[in-house]
């Protein structure tokens, strides 16, 4: 095996890179995030879209760990706007709540991030109906139900705008345990394609991003350490992606750097298969 081969080798881009700083991507938009409480990507990406000069709504069902998470946001940014609504996706009604009270708040919404979506480990043949369910209601029904209420706002004003739906790589490959989640995420990219066609009709381009494995805290409590390293181990790198190199792709998919793109999913994976 030659040593550009070998799995012992280490990759110069192993080690992550400093953040990048804020290019004005997003000056002048305001934004929604959704489940953007804690330390995800939804936290990361909403951090990111002030730090590109936006202001930003963010939601999560967990009231405390929201209002926590926007008084971060404000202390490090407190010439941008950071509001906040409580929104659990599996309600219709308080999604549609959550794009009106965000125009309210805001103004206008130029940019919805979908990152709301719940995971689990269980063998097909030991999943309950209720397990299946969740997962599938809130990772791809409650994806819908933003895009939707996003799309008949859109529809409603003169402006158009962007949605970005949080997909994984899990759409596309096989992993043991992870059946429910694999096919909501699917459903996500499926969802994307199809959106994107009728909505180009309210001038609003639709795309998401499919994240193999990104490190932060949340992830650690529900993954074993084990299966943590091991895929980790397996991208290119060699490592996880940083939450923040997640949410700059988001940003940029966000941003007029990708007028001519949507129906389309990202992968933001050192390796795809």
Known sequence: MSS?????RRSPLATPPAETPGHGLLA????VVTAAAGTGIGFSTARRILLEGGDVLISDWHERRLGEARA?????????????????????AEVDALIAGAVGELGRIDVLVNNAGLGGQ????????????????ITLTGTFRATRAALRYFGSVEHGGVIVNNASVLGWRAQRGQAHYAAAKAGVMALTRCAAVEAADVGVR????APS?????????VTSDDLLDELAA??????????WEVAATIAMLASDYTTYLTGEVVSISSQRA
């Open 4 to 8: 550009e081969n070998s799995p012992s």
């Open 28 to 31: 002048g938009r305001q934004a």
């Open 72 to 92: 971060k946001l404000a202390e490090e940014f407190p010439e941008r706007t950071v509001a906040q609504l409580t929104c659990n996706v599996q309600e219709t």
């Open 122 to 137: 269980t063998p097909v043949a030991q999943m309950t109906d209720e397990e299946w369910d969740r997962v599938v209601d």
């Open 206 to 209: 639709i795309n998401a991003v």
């Open 213 to 221: 494995i990104a490190k932060h805290p949340f992830l650690a409590k």
């Open 234 to 243: 397996k991208e290119a790198y060699g490592r996880a992606a940083e939450v």
